[in-house]
T-cell receptor
């Protein structure tokens, strides 16, 4: 069965902190994605990766970076968290079939 | 510019009746379409997909119809059940576009007992 896990379901951080969100998939998928979901704005792509050590900017990469050192793991980094980064963060993975499988999400609150 | 549009933010249906969720797109290069379902505080779950070479795909209570000339697709749920209450997202992929999904903003479906 398809499995995407995210390191935390809920996270509270302070402005200026460095934040790491981890995502792991066990399906040997090439592609991995980070989105954020905000009310009325749908899912917005932050970054994606189609291979180890490869990354591409999505629609809203500002304020974020990513790391993919191993095929199964894709990390999202907020270098200096700000209140406007309070959101639901969703990780997904896919193979050549294009269907993306999502993790449960991380609800991040930045105070 | 929203390339995938779900013009109804919300829809309310009686249990047992048909739910029809609509999605319009502007880019004729899209070649694959997907529907996802999302409950609050959970990640989206893949529901059903359709290739642009087809006009219909069915999976149990869920059917997706594609009208390429109108650049329109719809998801039919028959019969609707209270557990179907969720936000439904339409998404599309353009051939050769690094396989990024282009998402609609979602339609919130409420199925009333």
């Amino acid at each position: 069965d398809v499995k995407v896990t995210q390191s935390s379901r809920y996270l509270v951080k302070r402005t200026g902190e460095k934040v790491f969100l981890e995502c792991v998939q066990d399906m040997d998928h090439e592609n991995m994605f980070w989105y954020r979901q905000d009310p009325g704005l749908g899912l917005r792509l932050i970054y994606f990766s189609y291979d180890v050590k490869m990354k591409e900017k999505g629609d809203i990469p500002e304020g974020y970076s990513v790391s993919r050192e191993k095929k199964e793991r894709f990390s999202l980094i907020l270098e200096s968290a700000s209140t406007n980064q309070t959101s639901m963060y969703l990780c997904a993975s896919s193979s050549a079939t294009d269907t993306q499988y999502f993790g449960p999400g991380t609800r991040l609150t930045v105070l | 510019d929203q390339q995938v549009k779900q013009n109804s933010p919300s829809l309310s249906v009686q249990e047992g009746r048909i739910s029809i969720l609509n999605c319009d797109y502007t880019n004729s290069m899209f070649d694959y379409f997907l529907w996802y379902k999302k409950y609050p505080a959970e990640g989206p779950t893949f529901l059903i997909s359709i290739s642009s070479i087809k006009d219909k795909n069915e999976d149990g209570r869920f059917t997706v119809f594609l009208n390429k000339s109108a650049k329109h697709l719809s998801l039919h749920i028959v019969p609707s059940q209270p557990g179907d209450s969720a936000v439904y997202f339409c998404a599309a992929i353009r051939a050769g576009n690094n396989r990024k999904l282009i998402w609609g903003l979602g339609t919130s479906l409420a199925v009333n007992p």
